[in-house]
């Protein structure tokens, strides 16, 4: 785009349907705007990708020392969930020996997503890590567009455009399922993480590859989407159970679902492994407490961590370098819930 088409305050204030004013208080963080107003500034500036003049201006000149960890979840799966724990602590390391703050951000609602909007299109920091990446999420879309460095930890699909790391998750669970078969089991259901999320769609193509390579029939009855929570992983092994009571392995996407369906099968007299095999994915302290221990697949999270940050820092001090896609190997660890 030419220098003359770049959209300014008042091709924003057109789109927004608002005076040129109200657009400068809403960039200036005036408390003097309706919610509606500063909502329809948002919209259209993140439609435009328009960029305030002092911020471009700013873009060869200055640094905040600041990087932003986005985690678009709630406190509680932030507390519950060692995953985010365990990319914390690989961020951090990461960050050793630069003199780079790091603000974690939390997004838990629509009001939340208009403020850090508001916070990274004024540049306030130098770069973002995103983590737990949903496919219709806008946020990669607005960081590309404001040209800010960005590395996410996952991606939205395979397509990708932004810098990402990720897990072999497809492999992983192949390998998850593979171990099941090689034990002599026949019904192999799936826990699947959340489908809006690459993570679990590649998990589940994991599970149905695995099958259909041993000539076995992935059949939807043995499917059941959950959301990366312990309840979640419960209701879904209820929800198994009663389409294919002669299931007789569980291969759960993650080691916090697969802690909710061995409380589950418990409930309803199952034994584990004798009855239905369990295996999981993360091999989180979680996997070594339950009871069995799990099975589970190996993916080193917090290298996931240290990895993004290595990214983003390079992306930082050389913009525009070539985009990177990094894949980092699983494994499994086999314990006694299988």
């Excluded at 004013?21 to 107003?37: K, Y």
Aim: charge should be neutral; charged fraction near 25%; proline fraction near 6%.
């Amino acid at each position: 785009m030419g220098a003359t088409q770049r959209p300014t305050i008042k091709t924003v204030a057109a789109r927004a349907g608002v005076g040129r004013t109200t657009v400068s208080r809403v960039l200036n963080g005036s408390p003097l705007v309706s919610d509606e107003a500063r909502a329809a500034v948002q919209a259209a500036i993140t439609e435009l990708g328009y960029v305030p003049n002092s911020v471009a201006r700013s873009l060869v000149t200055s640094r905040t020392d600041s990087i932003a960890l986005v985690i678009p979840e709630s406190e509680s799966r932030l507390g519950s969930e060692p995953y985010f724990s365990a990319v914390i602590r690989g961020v951090s390391n990461g960050l050793v020996g630069t003199q780079l703050q790091l603000l974690l951000t939390l997004v838990r609602d629509q009001r939340e997503k208009d403020q850090l909007t508001r916070f990274l299109t004024a540049r306030r920091v130098d770069g973002v890590l995103l983590v737990s990446v949903h496919r219709d999420d806008p946020l990669p879309d607005l960081l590309e567009k404001l040209g800010l460095p960005t590395v996410l930890a996952g991606r939205r699909s395979p397509g990708e455009p932004l810098n990402h790391v990720h897990s072999d998750n497809v492999g992983g669970a192949c390998e998850a399922v593979r171990h099941l078969l090689e034990r002599g089991r026949k019904r192999i259901a799936t826990i699947t993480g959340p489908l809006d999320m690459d993570v679990g769609d590649s998990r589940l193509l994991g599970w149905r590859d695995a099958l259909r390579e041993a000539g076995h029939r992935a059949g939807d009855e043995l499917v059941a989407p959950a959301d990366f929570t312990e309840q979640g992983g419960r209701t879904a092994m209820r929800d198994l159970l009663e389409r294919s009571p002669g299931l007789d392995a569980v291969f759960a996407a993650s080691d916090v679902m697969a802690a909710g369906a061995l409380a589950e099968l418990r409930r309803q007299g199952r034994r584990v492994p004798d009855d239905v095999a369990v295996v999981g994915f993360d091999d989180s302290i979680i996997a070594r407490h339950t009871d069995p221990p799990l099975t589970s697949v190996r993916q080193p999270i917090e290298k996931i961590g240290r990895t993004i940050t290595e990214l983003l820092l390079q992306e930082i001090e050389k913009p525009g370098s070539a985009r990177h896609n990094v894949v980092l190997p699983t494994s499994l660890v086999v314990r006694d819930s299988s």
